[in-house]
């Protein structure tokens, strides 16, 4: 044991205070000591003990995954092979302390990556295996190992009487091999070697000096997973078709060829998914950065990856990690949203401002972070961040950019002269939102008009003229003092505004529940009145930090360092560029996402429920709330037309201005912010340039972006996004949608009247009606019965191999029941099951539940009589049509609509059946799995 002095990253503190180091010689041991300290029942408090030794050692010397370690020859020592705890090609024997580490470069070491896949029958009892070991680009070996009789004409293929000799054979093929990364598809094939902790191994094979990865549960992967097979996923993601057995049993000794195809098949579409994810690469860079294993880094385990990086500066700056057991309160609240107005601004121009990275910025800006938090302390940044917004606030649009930064600046400067004295008497319930609120509206609900109160002129002018503002040193306390007359308390809710100028109110529908723009003053005795969301009082006290010059935050040194460090990787990758190296460039474009991965992972983990601190959370988004509210304040004074903000973005409206005029307005207004009203790093740019801007709600809207070429169709947020809907509902909106941006609404009206026909002729494909719903939970969970459970159930009971549980995405079709009354989940089933049995599809579901609702809901916000007519049109056509169906018949009529594909009948076996739903050809479907 050593007693050490460090500071505690919880909290600020001026001086060091002392601690009790305690090492053991095996970190095994580490477990003991810490049994032994809770048998103290909380008079001793343990730190850092439930960080591991892999990450310890990671970030207090350097030596982690994806880098070149430098060392002596005579400083190491050869391990014999007998002595040896690894299977490994070399095992040395060396003092950590002596290891040099290089510097990052784009090289990746020459990682050795073992790619395998195994191909069970449905008892799982019998397996076939397939596998590559590759380093880099390069392809070393690809065997398969198959239970079957021999076949001399099959080149790298191993045969076996049975799958334990194969299992055997496979586990010595790893050991000679030597692969650094395993990977796998999914976790059933992984726990045929090792448990899902990660740690217990089967006893014939040894994976010290090895990681096993499982490439299923990436979470880039999950984001689009909506199938249950490698085969589907191939499918959907790649758009290529993999075979497979008809029920394989293994038992009709199929021929040996036949299963090597299929095993080659399967592995080949593995590779290209893992290619097509970059997941060797990113998992690599994301190691690299954060000082976590590759089994963590695969899972992307943000908190885990912050606290390593938090480590490492904590240790090079003697800190010392203490976990918060305060209880964590649920009343967190977001950024900032401006509920937009439901409207179509056509042949006008609408620019889409973002803030770069708003919360990494404001940490550093800030300084927030654990270790300058003042729970008691008063916070004199938000007074200088009210004052700011404040003063833009009471004066109008007439008054010059440069002359606002100027007084701006020098009632700053006030702040700064009289530090001490503004802390002393600011109160800390007083906080900046409460301070907005005293020339702000209340928000209203959107159902109810918004209703002014006339108040008397002199009144008004008095308590809010600029000419008024306080100029002594106690600014802050004659600020408070106004607000806090009763007279203002009582109209806060209302409207303030001349009884003289009523007329010169914007009045509109719009800016209701969130946020309301009332008027564009021309004159400075008129006030422009506003309201951010949520000002009420919070749930959450704020915390207090102290000033960068008195102590700068890790968390903000973190991020400096990783966003310095993202931009020379982007510098490097357009050098790179020039001489086309496109293996650096892919290298480097992963380790520039994985860092922008961990950056924005810091917000999160100042509420992990370990260590985090609810207050310092609601600090980044209430100080979000405040530049958001600055930047639309800023252009309102300009004189622009805000429609919409959330969080942190801004659309502004520009009106019938050509592209070139509005290009260059918005990248002067993204410059005047920057230098004049923001502070550094906060920075907000040019996203996006819209034409035909449509906006249904907050998060849905479409436009055609015009700084693309050519330009694109963008929609964001409504069904066509959504992945529970089916393809023929979002083709029809998109479509639909994209006429209506680039010709007329009629001509868009005619196109869905035209699909709707084709849909009752049968021109459009069966899979295009598959709808997905995600399990929510296990399937033993739910208490009520809905339609992805029962079907799951279904498919279950038809095969008791499958298995399926929470996350897991089940794809139905809605076919027609007994009664028109029957429940969804009894008329829906997985599509091969309903289509091969011949169940008539019920269109009038899908037209009526789902077609008509999504296109009046999105069509009214266009054009509400010309929507009206087309809804009614519709239903009267569903009611002619509304018989239509797959009609039942013999078997002759069903080959009609379930036959191989090209790829199929290409195939001189009869086993191979296409995965696909339908096959290229309309209406082609699946080889039967169920006979009806």
Sequence with gaps: MEIVEKYNFIAYEEEKSQYIKVYTKDYNDLHSVDDSIEAFEGLVIPYEHYITTTTRFGTETGIHTGIWIDYSPSNYKLVPIKERITTTTVELEINYEELCVTPFNAEIPNIRVMIYDFFLDKNEKQINATAIIKEGNKEICKPSFIVNKPEPDLQNCYFFENSEELMKSFSKFIDDTDPDIIISFGKRYLSLFKTSSGRSVNKSLNIVGREFLSFIQYPEFIKQRSSNTLEGYCHEILNKEIPTLKNPTFSQNLPCKLVYNVCQKRLDGLIELIDHYKFVESTVQMSSITFVSLYQSSFRITTQMVLSKILEKCHTRNFVINSNDDSHSSGLRGGSVIEPEHKYYKNSFTSFFDFQSLYPSLIIAKNICFSTCLP?????????????????????????????????????????????????????????????????????????????????????????????????????????????????????????????????????????????????????????????????????????????????????????????????????????????????????????????????????????????????????????????????????????????????????????????????????????????????????????????????????????????????????????????????????????????????????????KEMMTKMYNGMIPLSDFIIQKQLGQNINEYRTKTVQCEVAKKMIERDRKILLGKGDKIRFLVYKGKKLTDPLYSRADEPVYVVSCLKEIDYNYYVTKLIIPTLERIFMVINVEKTEKMINFLKEFNKKNRKTGIKKADKSLKNEYLSKCEQCRNCRFDDIECISIDCDICLQLTKLRYEP
């Design 376 to 752: 008691k302390s008063d916070d004199l940044a938000a007074n200088k961040m009210y004052y700011r917004s404040n003063y833009l606030l009471k004066h109008g649009k007439d008054v010059d950019s440069d002359e606002i930064v100027q007084n701006i600046q020098k009632e700053l400067d006030l702040f700064n002269k009289n530090d001490s004295e503004i802390s002393n008497s600011f109160d800390n319930n007083n906080s900046i939102e409460n301070q907005m609120k005293s020339d702000n509206l209340r928000k209203s609900d959107t159902s109810q008009n918004y209703n002014s109160t006339k108040i008397d002129e002199n009144r008004s002018n008095d308590l809010l003229k600029s000419d008024n503002l306080p100029k002594s040193d106690n600014l802050t306390n004659q600020i408070l003092a106004d607000e806090n007359k009763s007279e203002i308390n009582q109209t806060i809710n209302k409207i303030i505004v001349d009884e003289n100028k009523t007329d010169s109110l914007i009045k509109s529908d719009n800016l209701t529940n969130q946020s309301k723009i009332l008027n564009k003053s021309s004159n400075l005795d008129e006030i422009e009145v506003h309201q951010i969301e949520g000002s009420e009082k919070d749930e959450i006290p704020f915390l207090k930090f102290v000033s960068k010059e008195k102590r700068e935050g890790i968390l903000p040194e973190i991020l400096k360092d990783l966003l310095k460090s993202r931009e020379e990787v982007k510098s490097q990758i357009e050098e790179l560029r020039k001489e086309n190296k496109l293996k650096e460039i892919e290298v480097l474009d992963c380790r520039q996402q994985a860092i922008k991965i961990v950056c924005n992972s810091v917000y999160g983990f100042t509420s992990f429920q370990t260590f985090g601190i609810d207050q310092i959370s609601a600090e980044i988004t209430r100080q979000g709330r405040v530049y958001h509210y600055m930047a639309m304040q800023f252009l309102q004074t300009k004189n622009y037309n805000v429609i919409y903000g959330d969080t942190d973005s801004l659309f502004v409206n520009f009106g019938s201005d050509d592209y070139s005029t509005v290009y260059q307005k918005s990248l002067q207004i993204c410059e005047e912010m920057n230098e004049k009203i923001f502070e550094n790093p906060v920075k907000i740019r040019l996203e996006k340039i819209y034409k035909n801007f449509i906006i249904f709600s907050k998060k849905h809207y479409a436009g055609i972006r015009m700084d693309l070429q050519p330009n694109e169709i963008d929609i964001k947020g409504i069904e066509t996004e959504k992945s529970d809907s089916c393809e023929f509902l979002k083709d029809l909106i998109f479509r639909s949608l994209s006429i209506i941006l680039q010709k007329t609404f009629d001509d868009g009206v005619n196109f869905v």
